[in-house]
């Protein structure tokens, strides 16, 4: 809680402006400022007693003061200390009720603000935090000042960050504010009085890290972070912090920040506060934030802070590792020492450019020195580089020392061997093959230790690894091109595997365009990368646009620099969007052209099998589906990614288009393999969870099918979050079980919130949401909700024109024929199946689909038995 405040009376003019006073008695004016914000209420009342009004620092120091009194935010909580002259200004009866709360007793009180402890009954029974807006404060400003603080807080929803529950107005118009209850201590006094290792300090910060960057992400500033407003509780999981009071929190738009504090008035506990908040301008930022955080990481490593109070003139901090060695704790400052003092001192810097950009980069920065890898609190040196490394890869180095040693023996062996000048050509060469076999051997080390694909799930470099390499490649592209692009894309792949695809994205495009630079014109690594690239932005959703572009671009490039025939220029046209004899044309080519990539021709097989699906003639993508398969098999074995996904596609396109008998023991197995390689988590598990559970409606298996369809359904809800182009698709497949099983009114619920989901990421004319909604429109029917269904099928129907997909027309066609029907009237229902019939027929399209309209047909036949919901 924040401390307890009297705020004297204001002045009836105002002290001399900062810009009027010199650096000295400015300087003074601040460290005043600091002591009476950090002082007792009795203390405060002497220090200002004792101050000369005709000494203009004295003056300015006590303005500064008022200023800050003033501007105390409404979610302040001041210490309760009562018969202190603070409560003297604040009301002193506690209500009987507010709103729905029965006040229990009152915890503290701010320049806006009442907080009391208080007690809930219904819906729940617990006890809440209720804040109050003062009597005598309900001016147009501060009402304002209430709303806008209350808006920003309830975008923060975040288990470590205090929640709003509720919000009213008391019968005498007093607002109020309802939230958890946050109980716990102060993060620095729990990590004392528990004598919490240096290792559970350091994690236990990095969790309130990635909460603060949570709320940096929702779009505000908390701007007053200290210790007591960082609570730590002791929970059966472990410690469990909780960011609270955002009494002066700011918003990070300019266009929701104004009114929020007033201008020229300095913000935050000045012990904590950093030198932008000190001047009191306006110019914060999350960097603002990030301050006071490493201002608080020292304090919980060494137990004091890196400088004693504010002050407009930089003041040198105290590293960690000193501050524990001055303290008499030798063992605790040599673990300090180095990385810690670092990444400290990187957060708490004076320049603001100097800081870590996010407190996710700050807790990125603690997990690596958790785990032994090289800080970027600091440019490290290669020296530096090199100790890490070893540090944690003892055996492994031990192993490249002794293969440079013996490559750097025989080197000079044959040095000495030669004259002068034959001398100077060997050892050119001879550096030439050194960096070919470094440059070889860190991409199969690489490879070895990270590539899901090569090492049977046994990854041993972890995400933070990948990255800590990725950047000292980067690093030495300047210095050897070929070597670090070669590695930087390997890195690339990797991740692209791992489904990290921001960093995946980030590293190739930096690979891109270093070779775009360096080639000066198109390239086959350039073509390369540009695929990679687009690739990756599709795979994650990120920009479709901009991969839509980046393929046109390298379309352009491989049309310069390869022959109309090459593999290297198909393997790139393959993934534009071709007429469909073109690119049946090209597979063909590549398929028996023995200088095309197996990958190449699967990829082909693959753009072929799904335009086939998506085309009038959909069942005829069950044998390309094979052909991609048995491909994949006979060049990359079983446990291939790549196998297991054209193993997935296979069974999947066997399931609607053959026997879902047959196909479901491929995807147990596809599963199986999926789970031993990359692990339960996975996007390539999940896609073949998602496919199995699928199957299994094909083969109208409820019951078998429910269990991988709650497993996927609940994996990509945590794994995605609920507006998720994954979790829609995963409640598609759930709400079509549950139909199957009878569940109608859960299949209801699972469809409406699978077509929601769903139109977050689509228009609404698409196929996609069409797939799901149909489904919603046949459980609709089966209710007798037959209004809604025929709006959707009807719908459906004008949409999709040409009739593509095939499956959902048809469906829509047999949900609209059935409210038809419902209605008495069917003549029409038979005229419509009877059109579409004709249409389909016209158009060659068969199989399921059309076997389905036939069904639908037949039941709007005026002969057949009406169906009951």
């Not at 924040?2 to 001399?16: L, M, N, V």
């Not at 029974?125 to 309900?138: H, I």
């Not at 809604?788 to 719908?795: K, L, N």
Request: net charge negative.
């Amino acid at each position: 809680m924040s401390d307890s405040r009297q705020i004297p009376p204001e002045p009836s003019e105002r002290s001399t402006p900062p810009d009027a006073l010199n650096a000295e008695t400015w300087s003074r004016a601040k460290d005043l400022f600091a002591a009476l914000c950090e002082a007792e209420p009795e203390a405060r009342e002497r220090l200002l007693a004792s101050f000369d009004p005709h000494d203009p620092a004295h003056a300015e120091g006590e303005r500064l003061w008022r200023s800050h009194a003033a501007g105390v935010g409404f979610m302040a909580e001041p210490k309760n200390r009562p018969g202190s002259p603070a409560w003297d200004v604040l009301d002193t009866s506690m209500p009987a009720t507010i709103g729905a709360y029965t006040p229990i007793e009152r915890l503290g009180a701010g320049g806006f603000g009442i907080v009391y402890r208080a007690r809930q009954t219904e819906p729940v029974e617990r006890e809440v935090a209720v804040k109050v807006l003062r009597s005598g404060l309900e001016s147009p400003q501060v009402l304002a000042r209430f709303s806008e603080e209350r808006r920003f807080l309830a975008r923060l929803d975040h288990p470590d960050v205090v929640r709003i529950l509720d919000a009213g107005a008391t019968p005498d118009g007093r607002l109020y504010v309802v939230m958890d209850l946050a109980r716990g201590q102060p993060i620095t006094e729990f990590v004392q009085d528990t004598a919490m290792e240096l290792e559970d300090r350091l994690r236990l910060f990095a969790r309130v890290c990635r909460a603060v960057h949570a709320v940096h992400q929702r779009g505000v500033i908390h701007r007053d972070l200290k210790p007591s407003n960082l609570v730590v509780s002791r929970e059966d999981d472990g410690p469990r912090p909780k960011i609270i009071d955002f009494g002066i929190a700011a918003a990070l738009h300019a266009e929701d920040r104004t009114g929020w504090t007033l201008a020229g008035a300095p913000i935050g506990t000045p012990r904590y506060a950093s030198p932008e908040q000190v001047s009191g301008g306006d110019a914060v930022d999350t960097r603002t934030d990030v301050y006071a955080l490493g201002v608080i990481l020292g304090e919980m490593l060494c137990g004091q802070t890196l400088r004693p109070h504010a002050s407009g003139v930089e003041t040198p901090p105290t590293p960690p590792s000193r501050a524990a060695m001055n303290a008499g704790n030798a063992p605790w400052a040599r673990r300090l020492r180095g990385d810690l003092d670092r990444i400290v001192l990187k957060a708490a810097a004076w320049e603001r450019s100097r800081r870590y950009d996010s407190a996710a980069s700050l807790a990125d920065d603690i997990d690596r020195h958790l785990t032994g890898l090289p800080v970027r609190a600091a440019p490290p040196g290669r020296v530096y580089i090199a100790r890490k490394f070893i540090a944690r890869h003892r055996f492994a180095a031990g192993a490249v020392a002794f293969a440079l040693l013996a490559l750097v023996s025989g080197l000079g062996a044959a040095v000495h061997a030669a004259g002068e000048a034959d001398r100077q050509r060997r050892v050119a060469e001879s550096n030439s093959r050194r960096v070919a076999f470094i440059g070889s051997f860190l991409l199969s080390t690489i490879e070895r230790n990270a590539d899901p694909d090569a090492i049977a799930g046994r990854v041993v470099l972890d995400e933070t690894q990948l990255e800590a390499l990725a950047s000292e490649a980067i690093a030495g592209l300047p210095d050897d091109a070929e070597t670090m692009l070669d590695l930087l894309e390997k890195i690339g792949l990797i991740q692209y595997k791992l489904g990290l695809y921001q960093d995946a994205a980030a590293n190739i495009r930096i690979a891109r365009d270093h070779e775009a630079r360096r080639a000066g014109a198109p390239s086959e690594r350039g073509v390369r990368l540009t695929m990679i690239l687009a690739q990756t932005l599709d795979s994650n959703h990120a920009d479709n646009a901009a991969a839509a572009e980046l393929r046109r671009q390298a379309l352009r490039d491989a049309e310069a620099i390869f022959e109309p025939n090459d593999p290297r220029l198909l393997s790139v046209r393959i993934r534009s969007r071709l007429p469909m004899p073109e690119l049946e044309r090209i597979v063909e080519h590549l398929e028996n052209d023995p200088r095309a990539r197996a990958d190449d021709v699967i990829t082909g097989l693959s753009a072929l099998y799904w335009r086939t699906e998506f085309g009038p003639t959909p069942s005829n993508a069950l044998p390309i589906a094979r052909r991609a398969y048995e491909r994949a098999l006979a060049h990359y074995g079983p446990s291939h990614s790549v196998t297991i996904n054209a193993m997935s596609t296979y069974a999947s396109a066997e399931s609607v288009y053959g026997s879902p008998r047959d196909a479901i023991p491929m995807l147990h197995d596809a599963l199986e393999r999926s789970i031993v390689t990359f692990g339960p988590d996975h996007h390539y598990t999940e896609s073949s969870r998602r496919v199995l559970a699928r199957a299994y409606t094909e083969a109208g298996d409820p019951a078998l099918g429910m269990p991988h369809a709650i497993e996927h359904e609940q994996r990509t809800r945590r794994l995605h979050g609920t507006h998720s182009v994954q979790h829609a698709g995963s409640l598609r497949i759930l709400g079509v079980l549950q139909a199957q099983s009878g569940d109608l009114q859960a299949a209801r619920e699972t469809l409406t919130e699978a077509t929601n989901a769903a139109a977050t990421h689509w228009p609404p004319n698409s196929s996609t949401v069409a797939s799901i909604e149909v489904h919603l429109a046949e459980v609709l029917a089966e209710l007798g909700a037959y209004d809604e269904a025929e709006v959707i099928a009807t719908r459906i129907i004008q949409q999709m024109n040409p009739r593509q997909p095939p499956l959902v027309v048809a469906i829509a066609t047999s949900v609209r024929a059935r409210t038809l029907a419902a209605r008495g009237d069917r003549q029409a229902a038979v005229s419509l199946t009877r059109e579409m019939l004709a249409a389909f027929e016209a158009e060659g399209i068969g199989g399921k689909p059309y076997a389905r309209l036939q069904a639908a047909h037949a039941e709007a036949q005026p002969e057949a038995q009406p169906r009951l919901p």
